[in-house]
Structures are given as C-alpha cells and as structure tokens.
C-alpha cells in the first residue's frame, strides 16, 4: 500500500532537547511538507522540499530544521531554539505532475514539558 | 497571507444543507478542500485548478471563483458522517515553488 508514514505518533521531551520527527513516502512524490497544527488551528507550513538536496522555508520555520538526502524521507528536527514546540505535526507529499492530490500523514503529537 | 473562511463553525441537523467559503487577497491556481476528524489528519475532499470549475462527489461538491478568488464548498442533505473541521487550501502561480496555503477552518458539526 503506497502512503506516508510518521513516527511515533506521540513523542514526549524535556525543554531543551532537540527531537527528529519522521516523514516517510512510498508514493514516488517529488515534493514534500511539514506542517504545525495547533489546537483549534489551521495548518501553519513550517518547510518543504520540491526535489531532493533542496528545501525552502515555510511561514514559520524558527525553530525548525530539515533535510531531504532522500526521495523518500523528510526528517523534521524540532530545535531547543524553538519557543513553543508542543503541537501536532503533520508531514505531505505531492506529485509535481498530474495529480496535484496532496497527501497527509497521520501526524505525530509532540509535547515538551 | 492565510485565505479566510467562513464561517467559522456551523451546527446542522441531519440532512439539511451548508455553504462554507473560501476567500484570498492573492490572485489562485488552485483550491483545495480537506476534511480532518479530531485527533486524525486532514483527508483531500477535491481540488479545483481552472477558474469557474466545479466539482462533486456524492452530496459535497465545490465551485472556484477565479476572478472573485474565491471558493465554496457545498454540502446537500448532510449526514452525520460530515462532522469535522473543513479547511481549504489556496495556491498561488509562483512558479515552480508549490506550496498551500491553509484557511483557519470551518469546524461543522452534524446532529441527529
């Protein structure tokens, strides 16, 4: 079954500590997004990525750090510098062809205390 | 700039009909509609990408607006398996740099 995978689904830090979220497609997509949701919020893009080896930041990226060596993979590295990282995390992918779908992940919760 | 829709929350009983619109300062390509449960990640409704399009499926079908830049979603005889927060997504021609762009959302609830 193609999709996106993210893991874990809830993860708990400490202040202070970075923390990598996992973003995983099968789907063959070019590109690739992170989101934050907050509750009662709409979608805030933090970066995205069209082709590998390259990333653009997004409406809130402080804070935020990604790479894309892969196709396949978008790892989102949430920084100590980061004031506020509690939230819901949402990763998606698109073609850059054809179907313009844009297909979310089921998201990782993310609370730091 | 976040494209604003509205309203911000509607209560329907089962089967009755709901309008929920879609506005943006930019001039669009495209809109996109996702519905998303609590808790769950936002699943795609439909995309519209020519001005004036329409498109359906089942009873929730959309209409894009290009020159108002603006969209509707329309949804006719509603079941309680419409509950949830409907968001559209606004893309704007730059290029090759696609992204989306979220409204705040319109959180619906259907009761019996």
């Known amino acids: 079954d193609g999709g996106i995978t993210q893991s874990p689904k809830y993860l708990f830090r400490k202040e202070g500590q970075n923390v990598t979220l996992s973003c995983e497609q099968n789907l063959n997509h070019d590109a690739m997004y992170w989101y934050r949701q907050d509750p009662g919020q709409g979608l805030r893009l933090i970066y995205y990525?069209?082709?590998?080896?390259?990333?653009q930041k997004g409406d809130i990226a402080e804070g935020y750090s990604v790479s894309r060596e892969k196709k396949e993979s978008f790892p989102l590295t949430v920084t100590s510098a980061q004031k506020n990282p509690t939230a819901f995390y949402l990763c998606a992918s698109r073609s850059r062809t054809g179907d313009y779908e844009q297909y979310f992940g089921p998201g990782t919760r993310l609370t730091v205390t | 700039q976040q494209p604003v829709q509205s309203p911000q929350a509607v209560i329907l009983r089962e089967g009755e009909d709901a309008v929920i619109n879609c506005s943006s300062s930019?001039?669009?390509?495209?809109v996109h509609w996702y519905r998303q449960k609590h808790g769950e990640a936002p699943v795609f409704l439909m995309i519209?990408?020519?001005?004036?399009e329409q498109k359906g499926h089942e009873k929730i079908s959309a209409s894009f607006n290009e020159k108002k830049q603006q969209s509707s979603l329309y949804l006719t005889a509603s079941q309680l398996s419409y509950s949830g927060t409907y968001f559209c997504?606004?893309?704007?021609?730059?290029?090759?740099?696609?992204?989306?762009?979220f409204g705040t959302g319109t959180r619906l609830q259907v009761t019996l």
């Open positions: 930019k001039a669009l390509y495209s």
């Open positions: 519209l990408l020519k001005g004036g």
């Open positions: 990525s069209q082709i590998v080896n390259d990333f």
């Open positions: 997504g606004t893309e704007t021609p730059t290029g090759t740099a696609s992204k989306l762009t």
